[in-house]
Every structure is written in C-alpha cells, then in structure tokens.
C-alpha cells in the first residue's frame, strides 16, 4: 500500500510541478486545508462534507470571483489515494466556471492522476461528488442572492 501512495503522489506531484510530497498522513499539500487556511477561507461560496461507502469523509471549499473559482481546498480523512483525488479535483476547479466544473467527473480525476489502482477507483468518484456537491451549494446560494436582490 505504501507503494501504491508513493506512485499516486509521484503522479500528482508530476502533473502539479510541486516538490516531494510527503505521504504519511499529516502532509501539507497546496490544496489540502489547514486550519490556517480554513480560517483564510472564511464562509465559502460552496462547501460539501460527504461520507464515502468506504468510510472516508472528503470536503470541498470553493471559493469564487467573477464567476469563477479562484480558490478551492479539500480535506480528508482517507487514504493516500483520497487526499491524491481530492487534491486533484481542487487543482482542477481553480480557474472553471460552473458549467466547466460539471464536466470534474471521477473519470476525469482518474485520467488526470494517470489512472488509479483498482480498489482505489472509488476515491475519486468520491472526490467528483463532494465537487459537484459543492458547486450545487454555490448554485442555491447565488440563486437565493439573486431572489433577494431582485425582489427587494
């Protein structure tokens, strides 16, 4: 297992251009949310928490300007593969509108991760849903803004 987290950080670390991540599980990644950053994102423009049918627990903060999402974090709980996936599908949201971050999918997140081993397939369609997830709190938020501002 420890190989397969070396791989699947080696691939994420390929495709972001960033230095040698650590695997264990308090590694720091770009995407990946600290309570530092968590504080910096303060009342995102989307959020989602979702329990996996494996048990990991992924959450998305999206963060927008102009239409598009200027800042997204993750946080999980799960595996190597997990925090690989999450950490993808934030990287991928940064820069897309919301029709763009429909087409994030877990197939999506697996062809850009270089592809995933099998009984790890499950992480980024975890991943994928906790985004679209997000992106449809964004979408009840910016409509409720628009009723008020209309109706007022």
């Known amino acids: 297992m420890r190989n397969t987290t070396n791989n699947i950080m080696?691939?994420?670390r390929a495709q972001t251009n960033k230095p040698k991540l650590d695997p264990s599980p308090e590694f720091t990644h770009p995407y990946r949310i600290t309570q530092t950053l968590k504080n910096k994102l303060d009342l995102p423009?989307?959020?989602?928490?979702?329990?996996g049918q494996c048990g990991d627990i992924m959450e998305i903060y999206l963060k927008f300007r102009d239409g598009l999402v200027a800042k997204a974090l993750f946080e999980t709980d799960g595996c190597g593969s997990s925090q690989a996936c999450g950490a993808?599908?934030?990287?991928m949201a940064v820069g897309k509108n919301p029709d763009e971050l429909v087409e994030i999918t877990g197939e999506a997140i697996k062809q850009r991760l270089g592809g995933l081993?099998?009984?790890?397939?499950?992480?980024a369609l975890l991943a994928a849903e906790t985004l679209q997830a997000a992106l449809e709190d964004y979408m009840v938020k910016e409509t409720m803004k628009r009723k008020r501002s209309s109706s007022g």
Not at 88 to 91: E, N
């Open 45 to 51: 423009d989307g959020y989602a928490c979702i329990n």
């Open 10 to 12: 080696d691939i994420v």
């Open 117 to 123: 081993p099998e009984e790890s397939e499950h992480c």
């Open 88 to 91: 993808c599908a934030a990287q």
